[in-house]
């Protein structure tokens, strides 16, 4: 199993911001990707932004040059730099992992952590 624990949300003036982590541990084999998402009430969720295991990133439009996701590979903890907060970005931000194992059944398989609420004010 892999357990995601995420903390770094909270409530912050619009302009200011917010820095997020998942700690990820349990069976993880090989990491093949991580992401953020994001879910709003009655929306569907949406990735935020995602990291391979080579490094490289991916971000939706409405977050580029605002945000910026890492990961620490030794402590398997994957962050998410949120400058420039607007409004807009208030939501449920959920911690995404993509593992391979194959000593697990299925070898490949998905996890999610249990969001951390981010709040902006204008």
């Known amino acids: 199993q892999v357990q995601l624990v995420e903390s770094g949300g909270g409530l912050v003036q619009a302009g200011g911001s917010l820095r997020l982590s998942c700690v990820a541990s349990?069976?993880?084999?090989?990491?093949?990707?991580m992401a953020w998402y994001r879910q709003i009430p009655g929306q569907e969720r949406e990735v935020v932004a995602r990291?391979?295991?080579?490094?490289?990133?991916h971000y939706t439009d409405a977050v580029k040059d605002r945000f910026t996701i890492s990961r620490d590979g030794a402590k398997n903890t994957l962050y998410l730099q949120m400058d420039r907060l607007t409004p807009d970005d208030t939501a449920v931000y959920f911690c995404n992992i993509v593992v391979h194992n194959p000593a697990l059944a299925p070898a490949t398989r998905m996890t999610w952590g249990q969001g951390t609420q981010v709040t902006v004010s204008s």
């Open positions: 349990g069976s993880l084999g090989t990491v093949i990707n």
């Open positions: 990291i391979t295991n080579t490094g490289t990133t």
